[in-house]
């Protein structure tokens, strides 16, 4: 959605880099292309107009003349002044104190506020909550049973007395105002602690439908009532969103198809103009494609400075607590790494979502873009179907995998050859990485983590220096070895070691089998 915008934004500050001071010049050049990417945007003239005044004050004020690195300073004056007019904080939902909590949606037609309802009542429910989807959208055809499916979908209960209208030569029947009482009654009745009303779509311009939002409204007397706007109208989002306010006054913004390829000025513009905040964000057709709307971290996607906290928070969602513990047990037990692993944790990346979505969240992804857009969702899959043509015993013992074997897997994936040829080699070299980690190695060539590249403390030239002047012991005897290493720490505390002589095992009247870490039972072989 904001991709035009930030590849824009990037590159005007990139001109500011390595620059000591700015002048007034600079600020005025920086502060018209900012002003030319959120017109090109479609971001409300006025909006657009008090946005550049803001930073050009800021810009030519004491905090960027007396910064040590004046560009990036401008940098963070955009981004604060981005997320003001986003909204500035992140507005969670009201819950009534005496449930159940009402939610009335409201927008346009074709804004997506039925398929909205199934992903807000899925996220309420992954949340703990119980939440209840009221139809009472009966004018628009067949609205009644996408309903019904989206709660399917998201195993929600649907509140539907009407079936609403099949096609549009039908003449609408039944009362919404009615329906969305009774939906509120059946959620007391049947303690449900949200209510989500879905209500028809109607232009800014009906009076009649738009006085039909209002009657539910003063019906149900919502705790929040939420404007769903879809986020590529650009410029008319602003008259839209005002003509609602003003018919239904409502407490937040959702914006929906994020995932769009339009401009994205109605998400800098409504929070701005209306005083709402945004407060969810609808990025795909899924009903798990919804967030939450943060300012701060919208502003860092646009600015490319990435948004970790929400993969983050994905992350925690998506992963399988049970089976990462089954893979710390692994680690502990220094068990190898097998193609079932592997394929485990595929799936685990693929319940996260999309991996362009995550990938893009990362800082710098414009420079990357277009290996992203090249990116094939469907990889994962075709790992998955490999692994699958496997027998169980060549995913625990890979290396038996000959010719004929990898011929028999790729006739069964359908897939080449070299393509499974390719899957076994990336494999083996995350085994060997997990082997490494395993042995308390470390990631081989990671910074600061111990094993071969990595600095380990003093760095790679230090620990090599120290390995060179340290004498390992030679002896396969763990008894001998040990008295070589004790004899070498004597000396070089200067003082006498003292060789003992006699049995191969040393003196046995000092000696003591249990500092060997032996395996149980071995110590009889040490006795007199």
Known sequence: MFNSLSDRLTATFKNLRGKGRLSEADVDATVREIRRALLDADVAVPVVRAFAAQVKERALGLEVSQALNPGQQVVKIVNEELVGILGGETRRLRLAKNPPTVIMLAGLQGAGKTTLAGKLAKWLKGQGHSPLLVACDLQRPNAVKQL???????????YAPHPGVSSEFEAATGNPVEVARQGVAEARTKLHDVVIVDTAGRLGIDAELMQQASDIRDAVNPDEVLFVIDAMIGQDAVNTAQAFNEGVNFTGVVLTKLDGDARGGAALSVASVTGKPVMFASTGEALTDFEVFHPDRMASRILDMGDILTLIEQAEQAWDKDEAARMAKKFADQEDFTLDDFLAQMQQIRNMGSMKKMLMMMPGAANMRQQLENFD???IDRVEAIVRSMTPHERVAPKIINGS???????????????????????GQAQKMMRKMAAGGGIPGMPGMPGPGGFNGGG??????????????RSGNPAKAAQEAAAAEARRNGQRASVPTGAAFGQQNDFDPSSLNLPKGFEKFLGK
């Open 148 to 158: 019904q499916v989206n709660g399917q979908r998201a195993s929600v209960p649907v």
């Open 377 to 379: 969702e469907r990889e």
């Open 405 to 427: 074997r990898r011929a028999r897997i790729a006739r069964g994936s359908g897939v080449h050859v070299s393509e499974v040829n390719g899957l076994l080699e990336r494999f």
């Open 460 to 473: 790679a030239r230090k620990g090599k220096a120290a390995a060179k002047g340290k004498k390992k012991p």
